[in-house]
């Protein structure tokens, strides 16, 4: 009797379900339609809007007189807006219309529709608005309509999708955070180029002046003027998004992208860039008069604009990770540490290879003695940040302490890939740089050193060689004595149960890893037929249970096949099955 009603149980689960592999393949269709439904409204909203920027342009340019001398512009504008804007038009109605349906709402076609026509729309007409202010500032009159009617154009295609980005009933569920970010790294781009540039021509000002350079061309303040116009276009741009959109509190994996790697690698590289061209040129002032004065200086505006404005974009960078988790830490030193590796180890290369000239020849030539210089600036620069960054001294975090053991887990395994990415790339690099040198020395031999000497020759691919050496030797060391100081993982998990099959209404995913932790059983996912829909997975979900309460089910539960079966309430039933004799 119980075996009867346990079979019951069995068969009214089963018929209530269908498995996940015998959906049928038409409901693979809707898919594609979507995407070929939004890739064709992205393409004709492109030809609408550039058609519509074409009449707009002529109607500020020429008046009355539409045509003109172009008569085939004016038939292509026409023709794309008004077929391609019509078209266009009539599509998005019908999308907006079923947009009401959650499937359609929540498709991945939809959020990259949206995310990439705001950022199309966005670049657009920033970029043009700003380039007629700036050409304004300069007096260029003639050149502000083409400017102005693109901006108009895309300022009406952007402000239309921000409102269907944002709309509360038929906004996209996914990559619904991607416009925020896409804004903020844009102002973020603009901002700082910006600033970076006017900052250059005050300070390229001010040493024409001390260097008495005479001054060509239009006034200084000019250029000055146009730079502040795109850095405060940039940094309206990124205040928009990130400030009062909220971007800076998004913790997803794109967002700890973004301010890893155009955030604190970016402004890394710009700020020691900018501050090895500047001690180049210090250097080439003190030991190195050879060019005019007004030559050597003139790198030293753009230098010190750029490592300073690069020191603000990576330490407000740099903050922002720090207050994040442990992995967002990491990644950002590692991140810095990295652009600063590769400063210093190019400037030891260039080092060896200066040197390697200086020996060559009688005559300190001023081109091996520039070099020189500059290897010099690199290594000074990039080997204190690297060692104030990664600290090979200290207790950083995923390191080995002295005579102690790192912690395992998620903590060390950036800091182990970082390590293994260095070593391998450095082994390549010196790998490629032996062949060079290779061949150097046999054509040099077989050529009877006809042309120049061999130290002449392997003097740039041996310095590459050394310096990739000496990176590579060092982090695989590092490698080797921190994998022997990590204590064995985890043991896997005690195969409980050979098979699980998982019944379910809602996201499955959580529930299997949990089922996979637990019992180390394969899972098979069957479908309630049922269920009114799939949540996001999340704890709290309607039908979506507590992954610890699943846990808790599973303990104590052996067999060969186990059915799990959760219920629209978020009920779990644990059902050991047995074969039928």
């Known amino acids: 009797m119980a075996a009867h009603r346990l079979s019951g149980s069995v068969g009214e689960a089963v018929s209530a379900v269908r498995p996940a592999a015998a959906q049928p393949t038409h409901e693979a269709l809707p898919t594609v339609r979507r995407l070929i439904v939004f890739l064709l409204l992205f393409a004709l909203m492109l030809i609408g809007a550039s058609g519509l920027a074409g009449l707009l342009d002529r109607l500020l340019s020429a008046g009355t007189a539409l045509a003109g001398n172009d008569v085939g512009g004016l038939a292509r504008s026409l023709a794309f807006a008004v077929v391609g804007g019509s078209l266009a038009a009539v599509l ?32 657009t007409f920033s970029t043009a608005f700003l380039g007629m202010g700036a050409q304004l500032v300069a007096g260029e009159s003639a050149q502000w309509r083409p400017a102005l009617a693109t901006g108009i154009a895309w300022a009406g295609v952007w402000a239309w999708h921000r409102r269907m980005w944002l709309h509360p009933v038929k906004g996209p569920r996914r990559l ?26 005050l ?3 001010a040493l024409q002046v001390f260097a008495a350079a005479p001054s060509l061309g239009r006034p200084w303040w000019v250029s000055v003027i146009q730079s502040l116009v795109w850095t405060a276009g940039g940094g309206l741009a990124w205040w928009w998004h990130w400030i009062r959109g909220g971007g800076r509190l998004l913790t997803t994996g794109l967002a700890n992208v973004a301010v890893a790697v155009f955030g604190v690698l970016g402004g890394c590289i710009l700020a020691i860039s900018g501050a090895v061209t500047a001690l180049f040129v210090l250097l080439r002032l003190v030991l190195d008069r050879t060019d005019p004065l007004n030559r050597i200086l003139d790198p030293l505006g753009p230098a010190l604009a750029a490592a300073a404005i690069g020191s603000i974009v990576w330490a407000y960078h740099t903050t922002l990770a720090e207050r994040r988790s442990g992995q967002m830490r990491q990644a950002a030193r590692l991140l810095a540490s990295g652009a600063a590796l590769a400063a210093a180890a190019s400037g030891i290369g260039v080092i060896v290879n200066a040197t390697l000239g200086l020996a060559e020849t009688t005559l300190a030539g001023t081109d091996t003695r520039t070099l020189l210089l500059g290897g010099i600036s690199a290594l000074a ?7 104030r960054v990664w600290n090979p001294t200290g207790h950083p975090d995923g390191a080995v302490p002295d005579g102690g053991t790192p912690p395992s887990g998620k903590s060390t395994s950036g800091r182990r890939i970082y390590l293994v990415a ?8 010196a790998l490629v740089t032996l062949l060079v040198i290779g061949y150097q020395a046999f054509e ?33 060391g590092v490698w080797r004595r921190e994998r022997a100081a990590l204590p064995l993982g985890p043991p896997p998990p005690r195969r409980t149960i050979g098979h699980v099959i998982l019944v379910t209404g809602s996201d499955p995913a959580p529930l299997s890893r949990v089922i996979s932790e637990a019992s180390g059983a394969r899972i098979t996912v069957w479908k309630r037929a049922d269920a009114g829909g799939t949540g996001s997975g999340e704890p709290g979900e309607p039908g979506q249970p507590d992954p610890g309460q699943l846990a808790k089910a599973l303990a104590g539960v052996s067999g060969e096949r186990v059915l799990v079966v959760i219920g629209p309430d978020a009920r779990i039933e644990v059902v050991p099955l047995t074969a039928e004799e």
């Open 92 to 123: 998005w109605w019908t999308v907006w219309r079923r947009l009401s349906e959650e499937a359609e709402r929540a498709s991945l076609a939809w959020g990259l529709y949206v995310a990439g026509i705001y950022a199309v729309a966005l670049i």
């Open 422 to 429: 260095v070593f391998g790339l450095s082994a390549v690099v």
């Open 381 to 387: 620069t990039g080997g204190p940040v690297w060692w």
């Open 176 to 201: 619904s955070g991607v416009p925020t970010l896409v804004g903020s790294v844009f102002g973020l781009f603009l901002g700082a180029g910006g600033a970076a540039t006017a900052l250059s021509g």
């Open 203 to 205: 300070l390229g000002a």
């Open 444 to 476: 040099y031999l077989l050529d009877g050193a006809g042309r120049g000497s061999l130290a002449g020759r392997v003097r740039a691919p041996l310095g590459l060689l050394v310096a990739t050496g000496l990176v590579a030797g060092y982090h695989y």
